[in-house]
Each structure stands twice: as C-alpha cells, then as structure tokens.
C-alpha cells in the first residue's frame, strides 16, 4: 500500500530528478492530462465548498432526488447534496493522501539519511527496522495499527504514515551510502566543510529528488488504500464527506438511486487516473532507459 509497496525489493528504483525535468515532463501528452486532472481536482476541492451548500446539513424533504438542475449529482438519503458532498469529500480524501505520502516522505528522508550516512550500528539498526517493516503486508499492518487506535480519519492517517515511509527510507539509505565518494561532497569535505553539513547541503537534496519521485508514484495507491479502508468505516465518520464512506453509504441504496455512487466513483477514477498519468511520465524522464 502507497510507497511500500512501490520500494520493497524487485520494484524500480527512480533516479533522481535531472535537470529540466518540468520542461520534459510537460512535453508529454500523459503528463499534460495528467497535471490538468490534478489541477482541476486541487480547484474543486479547494474552491467547491465554498461555493456549494453545507454538505452535512440535511433536508429531509428532498430525500433521494436524482439529478437535476438544483442538485446535479442528486442528493443523498438525508437529502445532502452529493455534488456539495463530493467537492468536500476531495478535500479530505485527497488532502489526506497528501498528507500520508508528505509524512512518510519527510521520516524515509531523516531514516534514510541517517542510516547511510553515520553508518554503523545506526545503519544496522535503521536497516533491520526498515526491512523489518518491509517484510510485512502493509495492509495488515495497518489494519493492526487502525485496531489499537481505533477507527477515524486522523488514526489512519497517522497507520499508514507508520507503514509507507520504510520503502522510502531505503531509496534515501542507498542514495546517502555512496555519498561520500560523490565529487561534490569530496570537494566540500576537502573545503574544510564539516560532516553535518556536507549531509545537509550535498546528501539530503539529492535523496530528496529520488523522495518526490517515490512519493508521486504513491499518491495514487493511497487514495485508492484510504479510500478503501473508509468504505470498511475504519477512516473518517460520519457526517464527514469522504469518498470511501460515501460509496459505504451508496452501496446501500444503489438499486435504486445509484447516482449515489456517481461522484465519489469519478473522483476516486480522476484522482488515480491523474497520479498514474503523471508517475509514468516522471518514471520515464528521471530513468533514460525508458526514454522514448
């Protein structure tokens, strides 16, 4: 699930970000329907709730209506507008993607980085923990963590952060460990540069490339995981509007008003659509191999 999946043994390994990567990047058809996808998906959730009604205030007189002007994508069973409901369920199902991968980036970055640059028993230590985790399912992981805390947005938030940033960290590991052999840090480390910083200023930005590629790759699985483990009713509750929960509640009436199923379907689709299109693309700018 999300980058431990992406990083365990046998998946590619991205490069670093070269130069000009945006350049390339928008030169590809995919990428550019990509990044409008995820354009139009940050302007909708950002902009949608401030336009639309309450998405949790209910009316009961207008229960199960289907599409209309009023209403374009119906309302649900407490007669909430799906549209309104939809554009607030992408603030959090996305927002919360963002933030997993955004956590699980930054501690792969710091674990990673210690780990190959002080070496040692740090390094040994770091190493066993990291392939420890890797060496788990990290659905089932999470759904442990989830177990003791507890169901809601903010604990699996925090379960799948625990359980994505291992993979990350081995990216970060492998980048730090032939750092010092790298012209730019000899010569800073010649200069007279402390250790510390030649981490800081020469190992961390390169590792941090590889970390945004990594990322990237994974935003589309946790969408897709959060998603998923909201419909079980493990992520946010209810009245909260979130994609998984709202196909949840979908589920139930779909025989006869499946336009339920309708918005939260397409912004799942969209989402996932967008963060594939924009990972392929960046898989194959950073590896020459797969350049065309």
Same mark, same amino acid.
Not at 24 to 40: K, N, Q, S, T
Not at 43 to 64: E, K, M
Not at 91 to 101: D, I, K, P, Q
């Given at each position: 699930?999300?980058?431990?999946? #992406?990083?365990?043994?046998?998946? !590619?390994? !991205?490069?670093?970000?070269?130069?000009?990567? %945006?350049?390339?990047?928008?030169?590809?058809? $995919?990428?550019?329907?990509?990044?409008?996808?995820?354009?139009?998906?940050?302007?909708?959730? #950002?902009?949608? @709730?401030?336009?639309? !009604?309450?998405?949790?205030?209910?009316?009961?007189?207008?229960?199960?209506? @289907?599409?209309?002007?009023?209403?374009?994508?119906?309302?649900?069973?407490? *007669?909430?507008?799906?549209?309104?409901?939809?554009?607030?369920?992408?603030? %959090?199902?996305?927002?919360?993607?963002?933030?997993?991968?955004?956590?699980?980036?930054?501690?792969?970055?710091?674990?990673?980085?210690? $780990?190959?640059?002080?070496?040692?028993?740090?390094?040994? +230590?770091?190493?066993?923990?990291?392939?420890?985790?890797?060496?788990?399912?990290?659905?089932?992981?999470?759904?442990?963590?989830?177990?003791?805390?507890?169901?809601?947005?903010?604990?699996?938030?925090?379960?799948?952060?625990?359980?994505?940033?291992? *993979?990350?960290?081995?990216?970060?590991?492998?980048?730090?460990?032939?750092?010092?052999?790298? &012209?730019?840090?000899? $010569? /800073?480390?010649?200069?007279?540069?402390?250790?510390?910083?030649?981490?800081?200023?020469?190992?961390? &930005?390169?590792?941090?490339?590889?970390?945004?590629?990594?990322?990237?790759?994974?935003?589309?699985?946790?969408?897709?995981?959060?998603?998923?483990?909201?419909?079980? *009713?493990?992520?946010?509750?209810?009245? =909260?509007?979130?994609?998984?929960?709202?196909?949840? /509640?979908?589920?139930?009436?779909?025989?006869? /008003? @499946?336009?339920?199923?309708?918005? &939260?379907?397409? *912004?799942?689709?969209?989402? +996932?659509?967008?963060?594939?299109?924009?990972?392929?693309?960046?898989?194959?700018?950073?590896?020459?191999?797969?350049? =065309?």
């Amino acid at each position: 699930m999300s980058a431990g999946i #992406l990083t365990r043994a046998g998946a !590619p390994v !991205p490069r670093s970000l070269p130069a000009g990567t %945006t350049r390339e990047l928008l030169r590809r058809p $995919a990428a550019r329907v990509g990044l409008a996808l995820a354009l139009l998906l940050a302007v909708s959730a #950002l902009l949608g @709730p401030l336009l639309l !009604p309450d998405p949790n205030v209910p009316d009961y007189t207008d229960q199960l209506a @289907p599409p209309s002007v009023a209403h374009p994508l119906g309302t649900d069973q407490q *007669g909430r507008d799906l549209l309104a409901r939809t554009l607030a369920g992408a603030r %959090t199902s996305l927002g919360a993607a963002l933030l997993v991968m955004g956590i699980a980036g930054l501690v792969g970055l710091g674990v990673g980085t210690v $780990a190959g640059s002080v070496g040692g028993i740090v390094d040994t +230590v770091l190493t066993r923990l990291t392939d420890a985790l890797l060496g788990l399912p990290s659905l089932v992981l999470t759904l442990a963590v989830v177990g003791m805390l507890g169901p809601g947005f903010w604990n699996l938030v925090l379960a799948m952060s625990v359980t994505s940033w291992a *993979g990350i960290a081995r990216l970060a590991r492998s980048v730090a460990r032939g750092a010092e052999r790298r &012209p730019d840090v000899v $010569a /800073a480390r010649m200069a007279g540069v402390g250790r510390l910083r030649a981490v800081l200023c020469h190992v961390v &930005p390169g590792a941090a490339n590889q970390v945004v590629v990594a990322t990237t790759l994974g935003l589309g699985e946790a969408v897709l995981a959060l998603g998923g483990l909201s419909f079980l *009713g493990l992520g946010a509750q209810p009245p =909260t509007a979130e994609w998984g929960t709202m196909l949840a /509640a979908g589920r139930e009436t779909f025989a006869y /008003a @499946p336009w339920q199923l309708l918005g &939260p379907g397409l *912004g799942l689709v969209c989402s +996932v659509a967008a963060a594939a299109l924009v990972s392929d693309a960046m898989r194959d700018v950073t590896d020459p191999g797969r350049r =065309t």
